[in-house]
């Protein structure tokens, strides 16, 4: 160092001990070992976080800045303090983190290359590239003298597989149900119906046509992508064949963008909630639209002015959809996908006192039933006041098996589950046939007479109806998705209307039927439907008249937990391991509807060959670029949507740019 440097530093160091300078306002910068003059203060709080830090003792700038001098990682440094007095020093040299307290309120930092001053250069500009879309679908001509027909699909949430008389009718013996048992009689019983085990990825497989192991078994978030914008989605090719179409309801399905939003995919209009579910009466707040967190959307926005009405959300959506079928102008087709959140569970808010079901052990419950079954006979009315009914195809199905849950403990989401999926075994979350087989029916004028009161034991899953419903309106169902590899990823759905119109003598033409990622379906064409599970737990089951018992027909693998027995023999839901992949369930579920006889060690072949079919379905899911994020403004960390936008609101989590917030 030059003798000018040592001088003036030592003539510092002199004055700070004599109190003759303060140096609260000092910052001396030093840069490649030598230190000057400058005004750089470090900043001392921003880069302790990174752990940059080296603490000793020093008593004058001068010393730190001798001590700075003898790191090589150092750039630059700083020293400013409020006493002259002894005082930790720290240093930026890696990796060590100082544990001393800056008791004085003096610092000495060095910068290095993690550890830099001043503002962040500025971020460049993300550029902003539109997610492609797929083509426009393709209409197809209908047989002659053959109308597009008008579309009722409705999703009962958590339905169990026997709580109405839709499947046994009278002899079920339930009065509360009528209307949706009448239809059943009037229409077709679709005995093989699957779903997914639980509710989103049900609801985006039928909106996509393709199973859930291809677009992922997970519960959407609400910055996702997995009702992708690159697939064309069912009110897509609706709406290029002329049709008006309106979605009421439960949504579930990921609206990472205000382009996720129905009416921006091919509805004319969009009511009901967000999220998977809420409180059913306010929208999960109180009755004013602009106070405390709510989840209700109308089109484009929030609902803001129809929170107050929604007293109870099946009534809601009921009326909603009446007045949608009554403002409609017949003369073109028409599309209603409604979507109860009756009967989940997890989230009951009793009814009106005048629709209470009277002496009832499940009231709750079953009023919440008798209810759903009101409204989808004022449903039911207005398409036939309408002069609709005689060309309507209605679609009734459960998302899902019934959460049963544990009268003792409670079911999925901490309210008592009362859900019977009597013959079968388990429940919603499970790959039981109690989770993925569901109650359901096709109705409508469109069913000829001669199938009207039938049942139809076809193998049908919830993807079939994106196909079926598509060449019914008169529009191609292709629907081709090329991956960065260049693999073409096709629809799963098969078209079932001509098993249901044959009565079932003309067979799906489905071989192999992944209901779960974890359960495979074969039909083998020798009389057989053979059904593995490679990973499940214990389960329930049910008697006759819906109260449960713990299965004892499929015992824990050898050194998995054991289940806990509670009170009258059930047991812990989801405590012990029946199936695993090297012990794995298989069933003939023909001859074996409840899942009893694991024919598994009898025949190895089949597992074997099932397990390996199983390993082939493996999701695809697209997702957005940060190019493609470049065309939105999104919320960051504490601003995270969707309160940012939506005035507390749940909504989309990115806007386009330039959009003016809600």
């Known amino acids: 160092r030059s003798s000018k440097t040592v001088m003036s530093r030592i003539l510092m160091s002199v004055l700070v001990a004599c109190g003759l300078l303060s140096i609260r306002a000092v910052s001396v910068v030093a840069t490649a070992g030598e230190c000057a003059a400058g005004t750089v203060v470090h900043n001392h709080s921003g880069c302790t976080a990174a752990g940059h830090y080296l603490a000793t003792t020093t008593i004058t700038a001068a010393d730190c800045c001798a001590l700075c001098a003898n790191q090589s990682a150092c750039q630059a440094w700083s020293f400013h303090g409020s006493s002259a007095a002894i005082s930790p020093c720290y240093l930026a040299s890696n990796p060590k983190v100082s544990t001393t307290p800056d008791t004085m309120n003096t610092t000495c930092g060095c910068r290095n290359a993690n550890c830099k001053q001043g503002p962040p250069p500025p971020t460049p500009p993300i550029p902003c590239v539109p997610v492609p879309r797929p083509a426009k679908p393709t209409p197809t001509p209908l047989p002659p003298g053959q109308k597009q027909p008008h579309i009722i699909t409705i999703l009962v949430d958590d339905l169990g597989f026997d709580d109405s008389s839709i499947r046994r009718g009278n002899a079920k013996n339930i009065s509360y149900t009528p209307h949706m048992q009448a239809l059943a009689q009037e229409g077709i019983t679709l005995d093989r119906h699957h779903t997914y085990l639980w509710c989103s990825p049900t609801r985006r497989s039928f909106l996509t046509g393709r199973f859930p192991v291809h677009i992922t078994g997970t519960q959407a978030p609400t910055c996702s992508n997995l009702t992708p914008l690159q697939f064309t989605i069912l009110s897509e090719k609706l709406a290029a064949v002329g049709y008006e179409s309106h979605f009421v309801g439960k949504g579930h399905l990921g609206w990472w963008t205000v382009d996720h939003l129905m009416v921006n995919r091919g509805f004319n209009s969009h009511l009901g909630f967000l999220g998977g579910g809420e409180s059913y009466i306010h929208g999960e707040g109180t009755r004013c639209g602009d106070d405390g967190t709510h989840d209700m959307w109308e089109n484009e926005g929030p609902a803001l002015d129809l929170i107050d009405s929604d007293f109870y959300n099946t009534n809601f959506f009921t009326t909603a959809a009446v007045q949608r079928v009554n403002q409609h102008n017949t003369s073109k087709p028409f599309w209603l996908h409604l979507t109860h959140q009756a009967v989940h569970t997890g989230d009951h808010r009793s009814p009106p006192v005048w629709e209470l079901w009277p002496t009832d052990l499940k009231k709750d419950y079953v009023s919440c039933l008798f209810v759903l079954d009101n409204g989808i006979a004022n449903l039911t009315q207005a398409l036939k006041a309408a002069g609709m009914w005689d060309n309507t195809v209605f679609f009734l199905t459960a998302d899902n098996g019934g959460d049963c849950g544990l009268p003792a403990q409670g079911g999925h989401g901490g309210a008592p589950g009362f859900a019977s999926n009597f013959p079968l075994l388990g429940r919603k979350c499970t790959a039981w046939d109690g989770g993925t087989?569901?109650?359901?029916?096709?109705?409508?004028?469109?069913?000829?007479?001669?199938?009207?009161?039938?049942?139809?034991?076809?193998?049908?899953?919830?993807?079939?109806?994106?196909?079926?419903?598509?060449?019914?309106?008169?529009?191609?169902?292709?629907?081709?998705?090329?991956?960065?590899?260049?693999?073409?990823?096709?629809?799963?759905?098969?078209?079932?209307?001509?098993?249901?119109?044959?009565?079932?003598?003309?067979?799906?033409?489905?071989?192999?039927?992944?209901?779960?990622?974890?359960?495979?379906?074969?039909?083998?064409?020798?009389?057989?439907m053979y059904k593995l599970i490679i990973d499940e737990k214990k389960a329930n089951r049910f008697y006759e008249n819906g109260t449960q018992y713990m299965d004892t027909s499929n015992p824990c693998i050898p050194g998995a937990i054991g289940y806990t027995p509670q009170f009258d023999g059930l047991g812990v839901p989801d405590s012990c391991t029946v199936c695993s992949a090297t012990d794995p369930c298989l069933f003939d579920v023909l001859l074996d509807p409840s899942e009893v006889k694991n024919l598994a060690k009898s025949l190895p072949d089949v597992a074997t060959k099932m397990a390996a079919k199983l390993a082939t379905f493996t999701p695809y899911i697209p997702t957005l670029s940060p190019d493609n994020l470049g065309c939105y403004t999104c919320g960051q960390g504490s601003d995270?949507?969707?309160?940012?936008?939506?005035?507390?609101?749940?909504?989309?989590?990115?806007?386009?740019k330039n959009t003016s917030i809600v």
């Open 640 to 656: 995270a949507p969707p309160h940012l936008f939506w005035q507390g609101f749940s909504g989309p989590c990115c806007v386009h």
């Open 437 to 528: 087989r569901t109650a359901a029916f096709v109705a409508g004028g469109l069913i000829p007479p001669a199938l009207r009161g039938t049942t139809n034991a076809g193998l049908f899953y919830i993807t079939d109806w994106y196909p079926t419903l598509s060449k019914l309106a008169g529009v191609d169902p292709t629907d081709d998705w090329a991956d960065a590899n260049g693999t073409i990823h096709p629809i799963d759905g098969v078209d079932i209307w001509p098993t249901l119109m044959s009565g079932g003598s003309e067979p799906v033409g489905r071989e192999w039927l992944p209901t779960t990622e974890r359960s495979l379906l074969w039909t083998d064409g020798n009389g057989h």
